[in-house]
Nanobody
């Protein structure tokens, strides 16, 4: 059974930082891409960032480029999302996704496993 457990969410003021973590178990973590998605209230889930199996390739949605950094530690079976210069529009539940393939993808249908989500709230 594959499990993804996110942590690190919380309430932060605009301009602040948070670091999300996603710990994976139950599969060969290092063989697959990982991604972060988010869902704001009454909106659809949207892509945030993804990283390939080795950590050598990353992709981001335009609104977070230069502010967010995705990384992974395959020895710890963990993927991270460092979020800096946070804005109120970053407020959402953030979900970690376990990919079907080695390459990073911005499409949710390329992810088979999902965590329970962690709430990020940015106050103005």
């Amino acid at each position: 059974q594959v499990q993804l457990v996110e942590s690190g969410g919380g309430l932060v003021q605009a301009g602040g930082s948070l670091r999300l973590s996603c710990a994976a178990s139950g599969r060969t973590f290092s063989s697959y891409a990982m991604g972060w998605f988010r869902q704001a209230s009454e909106k659809e889930r949207e892509f945030v960032a993804a990283i390939n199996w080795s950590g050598g390739s990353t992709i981001y949605t335009g609104s977070v480029k230069g502010r967010f950094t995705i990384s992974r530690d395959n020895n710890k079976n963990t993927v991270y999302l460092q979020m800096n210069s946070l804005k109120p529009e970053d407020t959402a539940v953030y979900y970690c996704g376990g990919g079907l393939y080695q390459s990073a993808s911005r499409y949710s249908h390329d992810y088979m496993y999902w965590g329970q989500g962690t709430q990020v709230t940015v106050s103005s």
